[in-house]
C-alpha cells in the first residue's frame, strides 16, 4: 500500500511541477561581473566599504575557475546595482543562485538569509537555490544597493556556482484587502498565556514579518518563539468572511486571534525541542477566522506559535493578513491547475 501511495504521489508531483504557474518573475538580472576577495572581514558586508581594490569575478561560476585553482575557505562577494523604482508593495526575493558550500547574504549592510551552516558547525549545501525574501524598504531605489555574501568552502568547488541570480517579485499569491507585514512582537520561548489578548507584551522585542528570525538577532536559535500582532479594522470588513493569510512558516505553527486557535500546520512536540522535520515549511498558510471573532473597530491580537526544528526558523515569507473568502476562492480557482493534486496530496498524506 505504502509503495503504491508514493508511486501516485510521484506521479501528481510530477505533474504539479509542469502545470505550476510561474510564482516568481525577474525585475533584475544580477548575473555578471562582482567583486571578489578571498578570506573573511566581517566589515566586508558594510555597504561603505571601498571594494575597488578587489578583483573581478564571473557570477555563477566556481571561483576555482577563475583564478582561485585549489582555495577552500572564506571568500566574500559583492555587488553594487541601481534598484528600479515602484517596488513598493510588491514581494521581494533577493536570489543568489548555488552557492558552495556555505553562505550569509546581506543587503545595504542587513543581513536577509543564509543557507548551510558556516564553521564551527559547517554544513554544506551545495545544492540549493538561495532564496531570500526581503523587504521594499530594504532597497534604496534608483540609488546604489550593495549585495554582500559570505561564503564558505569546504571542500572541492566554491563559491555562487550555479542557478538563478536577480531580484525576483512574487507573483501569482493572493493579495490581502488588510496587509499585516511589518513589525510584530516577538519573543522566544513558550508559554500559554501568550496567547490571551490580555497579556502585557510591551516587553517583548519586535521583529519585521515575513522574514526569518535567525537575520534579526536571533541566530542558531531553534525551538519555539511567538509573534504577536495588535491592530484594528474599519467597518468595511463588518459581516465578511474572512480568511488570515500566514505566508510560508519554518516548521510548524499555531495561529490565535483573540485568544482561540484560527489554524495550525504540523504537531509541536510537547517538549519543543529540536528536530528534523518534513516540507512543512514550503506549505502556503491560510486559515478560517470563525463568524464574530474579529471585532470591527476595536483592537485585535493575532498571536502565532513556531516551532522551529532546525536551520531556519520563522515566518519567512508572505503574504501576511485578511482576505475576503470571495476573494481568495476567485484566486484559488485561476490556480486551478496547480492546487488541486497538491491540496489532494496534503489530505493524503497528513498536513
Request: proline share 5%.
Amino acid at each position: 500500500m505504502k509503495t503504491t501511495l508514493a508511486t501516485l504521489a510521484l506521479c501528481l508531483l510530477a505533474g504539479i511541477q509542469s502545470a505550476h504557474p510561474q510564482e516568481m518573475s525577474r525585475i533584475m538580472d544580477l548575473r555578471g561581473q562582482w567583486k571578489f576577495e578571498a578570506g573573511d572581514d566581517m566589515t566586508w558586508a558594510d555597504p561603505k566599504f571601498d571594494d575597488e581594490s578587489w578583483d573581478q569575478i564571473r557570477v555563477p561560476s566556481p571561483w576555482e575557475d577563475q583564478g582561485y585553482p585549489g582555495y577552500d575557505g572564506f571568500g566574500w562577494y559583492r555587488k553594487h546595482f541601481k534598484a528600479p523604482k515602484n517596488l513598493e508593495g510588491k514581494m521581494l526575493v533577493l536570489k543568489v543562485g548555488t552557492i558552495d558550500d556555505a553562505d550569509e547574504t546581506y543587503l545595504n549592510g542587513r543581513f536577509v538569509g543564509f543557507g548551510g551552516t558556516l564553521p564551527p558547525k559547517y554544513e554544506s549545501e551545495y545544492s540549493v537555490q538561495r532564496e531570500y525574501q526581503i523587504p521594499a524598504w530594504a532597497i534604496h531605489e534608483g540609488e546604489d544597493n550593495v549585495i554582500a555574501v559570505r561564503v564558505y568552502d569546504g571542500q572541492m568547488n566554491g563559491g555562487i556556482t550555479g542557478g538563478e541570480v536577480g531580484l525576483y517579485e512574487i507573483r501569482n499569491r493572493p493579495q490581502p484587502d488588510l496587509t499585516l507585514d511589518g513589525m510584530w512582537k516577538f519573543r522566544t520561548g513558550d508559554a500559554p498565556e501568550w496567547k490571551s489578548p490580555e497579556f502585557d507584551d510591551s516587553g517583548w522585542g519586535s521583529i519585521y514579518v515575513p522574514i526569518y528570525w535567525e537575520t534579526q538577532g536571533y541566530k542558531n536559535y531553534d525551538g519555539i518563539g511567538w509573534y504577536r500582532l495588535h491592530f484594528t479594522v474599519d467597518s468595511s470588513f463588518a459581516g465578511k468572511r474572512l480568511l488570515f493569510l500566514l505566508g510560508k512558516v519554518d516548521d510548524y505553527d499555531e495561529a490565535y486571534l483573540n485568544g482561540e486557535v484560527i489554524g495550525k500546520t504540523g504537531a509541536i512536540p510537547a517538549d519543543g525541542k529540536p528536530g528534523r522535520t518534513g516540507n512543512q515549511y514550503s506549505w502556503l498558510r491560510t486559515y478560517t477566522i470563525p463568524v464574530g471573532l474579529l471585532k470591527i473597530g476595536q483592537e485585535n491580537v493575532l498571536a502565532v506559535r513556531v516551532w522551529d526544528g532546525w536551520l531556519h526558523g520563522g515566518i519567512y515569507q508572505g503574504p501576511i493578513g485578511l482576505i475576503t473568502r470571495e476573494r481568495y476562492n476567485d484566486w484559488r480557482t485561476s490556480r486551478k491547475d496547480h492546487e488541486g493534486p497538491l491540496e489532494f496530496l496534503m489530505d493524503l498524506f497528513g498536513r
